[in-house]
């Protein structure tokens, strides 16, 4: 099995500490590092509840997942294909399924103002996983706050799905509200609410608590507190949280709240080729997770270096590119990025990773056996302090990691 010495731990921990001894840089973060065999590699917590809420973070403080959520999403999804109900590639399904995805519009610039018009392609499920079907995020994109000004995509209300298209399905990538439609198609095919069929097909298997749209009472008693930093000051202050704890739309995209060591639950079951490890239950194949994890854009090797300016900067800093990596090729899978080479931490080849926009930050790297999940609550997306403890962190264990060869 994957494993870290005892050292490592310790380490890690001292430099989580050091993070979160200043609540004004890092007010409260948790570590989880899992293996194929579900074993919990490091499992810590430092720093309060909040920057006015002087409550210590425990490793079972819930947070918002934000865009963590969309891992869970694309499960479900690539559970439907398993059972034959709509296939990846299968335009005609999904317009019958959801015909608002058949007459949705795409922006272009029609005398230097951004304008609908009638969109040459169709939508694929495939395009809506790997985030090529058109559709972004208005606090990524001025044309979306120009044309749907009454659009907050983390308000959690259905007005998610009101933006049209920023190019025609399958001819670029852009990060956005897909997952969103995803969950409206499987609400569809199935005759009942996400929320419920991920409950029954991925948590209950799994062994998995403490992950919810709606959160109970109790993971409300145990639910961190939202911060903003300034991006001139970079003073930081606590704030309400953005998405409601009983938002009327079931989002794929951003609707989830966890404990951290449920979590990782589901990257110890991709690391484990479907099967949970602590169950034994098998929710995905392993082709399927072996197509999750093939890249869908190898014609874009280049697309996570755009440098996208904030069209929110409440919500994201500048984003020079998504994942520092020199001239390397990167990709994405169904719903997540992929580092196709080996990383300067140590991660091996073809990782998956993604994040959500309170800065938190998980991987699965098949290939080591290992994955984590970096949890803090801080507005906007792209915080320096949190991205150098998070990498500074699996640098730490890469270094420290005896790989497992083995299968269970």
């Known amino acids: ?41 490091v499992n810590y917590a430092a720093g309060q509840m909040g920057l006015d809420n002087p ?3 425990t490793t079972d403080s819930v947070f918002w997942l934000a865009s963590c959520s969309k891992l869970i999403g694309a499960i479900c999804a690539m559970q439907q294909v398993e059972k034959g109900l709509i296939g990846l590639d299968d335009s005609d399904k999904l317009e019958e399924i959801c015909p608002e995805l058949k007459d949705v519009k795409v ?25 090529t079907a058109g559709f972004s995020y208005s606090f990524f994109h001025p044309w979306l706050i120009k044309l749907f000004p009454h659009v907050d995509e983390l308000a959690g209300d259905k007005h ?3 933006t049209a298209l920023v190019f025609e399905p ?8 897909s997952m969103d439609w995803v969950g409206v198609v ?16 991925i948590f209950e298997p799994l062994g998995i608590t403490d992950i919810e749209m709606k959160p109970t009472q109790s993971m409300r008693d145990r639910l961190v507190n939202l911060h903003q930093k300034d991006a ?33 639950k589901l990257l110890a079951m991709l690391l484990n080729n479907g099967v949970g490890p602590d169950t034994g239950k098998q929710v995905l194949s392993e082709k399927s997770v072996d197509d999750m994890f093939a890249n869908q854009i190898p014609q874009w090797p280049n697309y996570g270096r755009r440098a996208t300016p904030p069209g929110k900067p409440e919500y994201t800093n500048a984003l020079p590119e998504l994942y520092p990596q020199g001239n ?11 580092t196709i080479e080996p990383t300067d931490t140590g991660r091996g080849p073809n990782t998956g990773w993604w994040s959500g926009i309170i800065n938190t930050f998980w991987w699965v790297d098949r290939q080591k056996g290992v994955a984590g999940l970096a949890q803090s609550q801080i507005l906007p997306f792209g915080d320096e302090d949190v991205m150098v403890l998070w990498n500074t962190i699996e640098a730490m264990i890469y270094k420290s990691l005896v790989e497992d060869k083995s299968k269970l």
């Not at 922006?107 to 985030?131: C, F, Q």
Request: hydrophobic share 40%; charged share 25%; net charge negative.
């Open 107 to 131: 922006i272009k610039m029609v005398d230097k103002k951004p304008t609908l018009v009638e969109k040459k392609n169709r939508i694929t499920l495939r395009m809506l996983l790997s985030h």
């Open 160 to 162: 998610v799905l009101d």
């Open 55 to 57: 409550a210590p973070m």
């Open 170 to 177: 399958g001819t670029d990538w852009g990060y956005g509200t």
């Open 186 to 201: 499987i609400e569809r095919l199935r005759g009942k609410p996400v929320s419920q069929i991920v409950q029954e097909d």
């Open 328 to 338: 390397a090729p990167q990709g994405w899978g169904i719903s997540f990025m992929l």
């Open 232 to 264: 001139e000051n970079g003073t930081m202050t606590q704030r309400e949280h953005v998405y409601s704890l009983d938002a009327e739309f079931e989002s794929f995209g951003a609707g989830y709240f966890a404990k951290g060591s449920e979590y990782v």
């Open 1 to 41: 099995m994957s494993t870290i010495d005892n050292d490592c731990v310790i380490s890690i921990h001292k430099l989580i500490d050091a993070y979160c001894s200043d609540p004004s840089v890092i007010p409260g973060f948790v570590m989880n590092v899992v293996n194929r065999r579900g074993e919990l590699l």
